[in-house]
């Protein structure tokens, strides 16, 4: 299981960062430096039936079914390898903290960037483990590099292990999942899946089979600049209408007011001038009903302004992104089920929760491959304060052998 650890490291100095606003799958080509690896790697330890979409991106493989076992259902496990845009994920240098004394960790001294226990309380839970963390420069890269490298050492063992009866085993990697396109080009009928798992949440014992129902909104403003001297009665600013906008929004309906089950509208960014503006929002909720009514409400408001200031004041473009796996995954609780008492028979707390966000297997689901979430051991994802858990990181490669053999038939 050690092998988790070999793969996670060479797979984190390798810039994977994925770009928002491109055009092309994978919106950044470097994301092929770690997918061409991967074919390699999985071609060396013997695995079958490898496909490497060069177009898009995406690794697919086999390990075939043990002997006795070749009727069971094909299960597979799914990660991305894009990092996110969000901290840069160019010269990555992970390094060890042997046996985590339970307290602050500098991470960049001339920086003076800590790991404080004060700003991130769960740490102290880790005392006495390994813990894998960034020189404060750059994110490590655990969401998801620390899923891909389990699976890929989950794949090694099953390949060099004939003993363990498991059904056939497909895995897959994905690029482009942090910028909501893994999913886009993902080939659910060569994947040959009956039923998957994504391996991309956090701590270890987390099992996820909701999400948000998710859409992006961009909001246009049209307005009219005047010399300031001259403005009264002339002037239109579209910032402040943005702003005028952005007031009419349920105010405790922020992502900085909610947790669990409440959903929200994020103003992402706001760009502009007083001629014109454009504001990005994204809109989430877990209740797909609220869901629909939020977005109501945001073309509602569109509607109050453009009947305030005139007809094309505003004009706003929304799509939905993804919606909850639930509706899909309830009809095939087995996956849950199973996962959880895989979890037990290794001693792993289960932590059934919510996903705040979405994964590749949210969309995967509907496309008609059930796929919840397990957990990665990572934590503090997408910043320099990010960190993953080697411990945890080798229990998870035997909680995906275990969760294999459950569907052995």
């Known amino acids: 299981m050690e092998r988790v650890i070999e793969n996670f490291l060479k797979y984190a100095v390798i810039d994977t960062e994925s770009a928002e606003g491109s055009d092309t799958t994978p919106s950044t080509l470097k994301q092929h430096d770690l997918a061409g690896v991967l074919a390699a790697q999985l071609e060396q330890m013997g695995a079958r039936e490898i496909t490497y979409d060069r177009e898009h991106c995406y690794v697919y493989a086999t390990v075939p079914a043990s002997a006795g076992c070749e009727n069971a259902p094909t299960l597979g496990f799914i990660a991305h390898m894009d990092t996110s845009p969000a901290v840069s994920g160019a010269g990555v240098k992970p390094r060890f903290v042997e046996n985590y004394d339970g307290g602050d960790i500098v991470l960049n001294e001339d920086r003076k960037v800590v790991l404080r226990v004060s700003d991130f309380p769960e740490l102290a839970s880790y005392k006495g483990k390994r813990l894998i963390v960034t020189d404060g420069t750059t994110l490590l890269g655990a969401d998801d590099k620390a899923g891909v490298a389990e699976i890929m050492a989950m794949a090694e063992y099953l390949l060099t292990h004939p003993e363990i009866s498991h059904g056939r085993v497909r895995v897959g990697f994905t690029p482009d999942e942090e910028v909501g396109a893994g999913a886009d080009h993902f080939d659910v009928k060569l994947f040959d899946a009956d ?14 089979y909701e ?16 010399h300031p001297g001259e403005a009264k009665n002339k002037m239109r600013n579209a910032l402040l209408m943005a ?35 454009v504001a990005d929002y994204i809109i989430r909720d877990h209740d797909r009903e609220k869901f629909e009514n939020k977005k109501e409400l945001f073309l509602q408001v569109g509607s109050f302004l453009n009947q305030k200031y005139g007809e094309g004041t505003l004009e706003i473009r929304m799509k939905d992104s993804y919606y909850n796996m639930k509706e899909v995954i309830q009809k095939h609780m087995h996956l849950i089920d199973n996962a959880r008492s895989a979890m037990e028979e290794l001693g792993i707390e289960p932590v059934v929760s919510p996903i ?15 796929c919840p979430n397990l957990c990665t051991g990572g934590a503090n994802f997408h910043g320099k304060y990010e960190y993953a858990c080697a411990d945890d990181m080798e229990t998870i490669v035997k909680l995906l052998v275990r969760i294999a053999e459950k569907y052995a038939g």
């Open 356 to 370: 705040r966000g979405g994964t590749d297997g949210a969309r995967l689901s509907f496309m008609g491959l059930p």
């Open 195 to 208: 039923l998957a798992y994504t391996v991309d949440g956090g701590r270890l014992g987390e099992l996820e």
């Open 243 to 277: 702003q005028e906008f952005q007031a009419m929004l349920p105010a405790a309906e922020n992502p900085m007011y909610t947790c669990g089950y409440e959903g929200f509208y994020h103003l992402d960014a706001l760009n502009g001038t007083v001629e014109e503006a």
């Open 211 to 226: 999400n948000f129902n998710a859409a992006g909104a961009k909001v246009f403003i049209r307005g009219r600049s005047v």
